[in-house]
């Protein structure tokens, strides 16, 4: 038989459970309507009031979240960039010839970009924000991007990543950017055959230098 102060013990341990989870959630449901709203007006014109309308949520309710602009955009900034990380590795995933790796990873990265709405829109009307996004020093996306290709790049090897497995790290990070800023007309984005085809003749010779490339022990 459960004690009383056990059983006590576990409501409130599932009450505090339940009352994160719904926490979790409202910030899923104020970051989505920012996503929605960037796609719509660009994430420099992203205001809170128009968060606060697209969420169907109380205004006091996104500010005890995110009590100004920039810890919105931060917040929005690291979750999308996560989400990007997991997409890239989840296409790495099962891949065993590590330059298999550099080319579906590339594949996984421009896939994403192109079904992503607030990439979406950045890349066909405001293609400065990308550089904007990549120089804020609050969002660490482009430190971010290039330590976890650096990773990738070191695979398995104690110690951190050689200076030069950073710098092919931080050029892929950079061309990917670039990419996105300025889709090129050859290889067409659109065309995952094209696309590999560049993968193997560019980025599978820089890569090579700082091989093995193994994903990192988890």
């Excluded at 192109?114 to 979406?120: A, D, K, W």
């Excluded at 892929?172 to 993968?199: G, K, M």
Aim: no cysteine; hydrophobic share 40%; glycine share 4%.
């Amino acid at each position: 038989m459960t004690s009383e102060p056990t059983a006590l013990s576990n409501l409130l341990n599932r009450g505090a459970t339940n009352t994160s989870t719904a926490s979790e959630t409202t910030v899923e449901r104020i970051l989505d309507a920012a996503v929605a709203e960037a796609a719509a007006v660009g994430l420099d014109r992203v205001r809170m009031e128009d968060v606060v309308r697209r969420s169907n949520l109380g205004r006091t309710t996104v500010y005890r979240r995110f009590p100004s602009r920039d810890d919105l955009v931060r917040a929005l900034v690291a979750r999308e960039t996560q989400r990007f990380l997991d997409a890239v590795a989840a296409g790495m995933h099962g891949v065993e010839r590590p330059s298999d790796r550099v080319v579906e990873a590339f594949l996984a990265a421009v896939a994403f970009a192109r079904s992503h709405p607030m990439l979406r829109r950045i890349a066909e009307t405001s293609p400065g924000s990308v550089l904007e996004l990549a120089n804020n020093p609050d969002s660490e996306f482009l430190g971010t991007g290039t330590a976890f290709i650096a990773r990738h790049l070191h695979g398995e090897r104690p110690g951190r990543p050689s200076r030069e497995a950073r710098w092919v790290a931080d050029v892929f990070a950079r061309l990917f950017l670039t990419y996105l800023a300025l889709p090129p007309s050859d290889p067409d984005v659109r065309n995952e055959t094209e696309l590999r085809t560049f993968a193997r003749a560019v980025l599978i010779p820089m890569a090579e230098r700082v091989a093995p490339i193994k994903p990192p022990s988890t």
